[in-house]
């Protein structure tokens, strides 16, 4: 694999790295891109990178305020994760997104860039997005459709049985935590087939996590502080990523592993 030298991350919270807090960072969170290219930095001393995802970003925002930006900063390699925010809403028409993706997706190869995406994580093991499981099905089963057509790379999180570990998620349940993004870099690092020190996943097996009366009490705490106000803000239309800037608009060179 010859040396990437221009690294721009696309996307949402996923790729903006919200549960995975750094104080070192310019807005305060890692995430799993950062990591990525910080072993992407040991590699070449050229290396420069970028970070335009934004919270709460929906399909057609990460298209039309991400995509030609990162065209014009001339990347040999691109992630993008989006539509993921359009799951939630029952009223998105899934093929119509999708073809919409594509069409972006096309654009971003044209560059001659690797492009790397990601299927939607296995939602159903979250109460509140059990019912939603079968669109987040259906949108993969529509991205591998579009990642052999145009000859990407798939990061398949589905499939990641490891991401069902609950430790590997922040307390919302719905973003990876610090865990899950060191996690998820690993796996993004050998789909590169970049070497890394990052450990595997930790031993876990459902029939060793908490009791019932435990998981209750979990969920009940969950549902009170995460999951009422999460549907409070979407029947406001509250959208959290309204005047959030990208961290890294511009490429930059990102701190190396020590």
């Given at each position: ?9 696309l996307g949402d919270s ?26 992407l930095a040991n590699l ?215």
């Open positions: 694999m010859s040396a990437i030298t221009r690294y721009v991350a996923f790729t903006e790295g919200i549960g995975d807090p750094d104080s070192a960072s310019r807005n305060g969170l890692r995430g799993w891109a950062d990591v990525v290219a910080a072993h070449n001393p050229e290396f420069r990178y970028a970070n335009l995802a934004i919270r709460g970003h929906t399909m057609d925002a990460v298209i039309a305020g991400q995509v030609q930006p990162a065209i014009l900063l001339q990347p040999d390699l691109v992630t993008i994760y989006a539509g993921i925010n359009d799951l939630l809403k029952l009223r998105t028409d899934l093929d119509a997104m999708m073809t919409r993706y594509a069409r972006a997706l096309a654009l971003l190869r044209r560059t001659g860039a690797r492009i790397m995406t990601f299927t939607a994580a296995d939602i159903g093991t979250v109460p509140v997005f059990r019912r939603l499981r079968g669109r987040a099905a259906i949108y993969n089963e529509l991205l591998r459709a579009i990642v052999d057509d145009l000859g990407l790379e798939l990061v398949d999180f589905w499939r990641f049985t490891e991401f069902r570990d609950p430790r590997m998620w922040d307390t919302d349940r719905v973003h990876l935590g610090p865990l899950g993004h060191q996690r998820m870099a690993a796996r993004v690092l050998d789909a590169l087939a970049v070497p890394h020190t990052l450990c595997g996943p930790p031993h876990w097996s459902a029939a060793s996590h908490a009791g019932r009366v435990t998981r209750l009490r979990s969920d009940l705490h969950w549902a009170a502080s995460f999951a009422a106000p999460w549907v409070l803000r979407r029947l406001r239309r509250v959208t959290p990523g309204a005047g959030v800037e990208p961290k890294l608009a511009s490429l930059t060179t990102p701190v190396r592993v020590p």
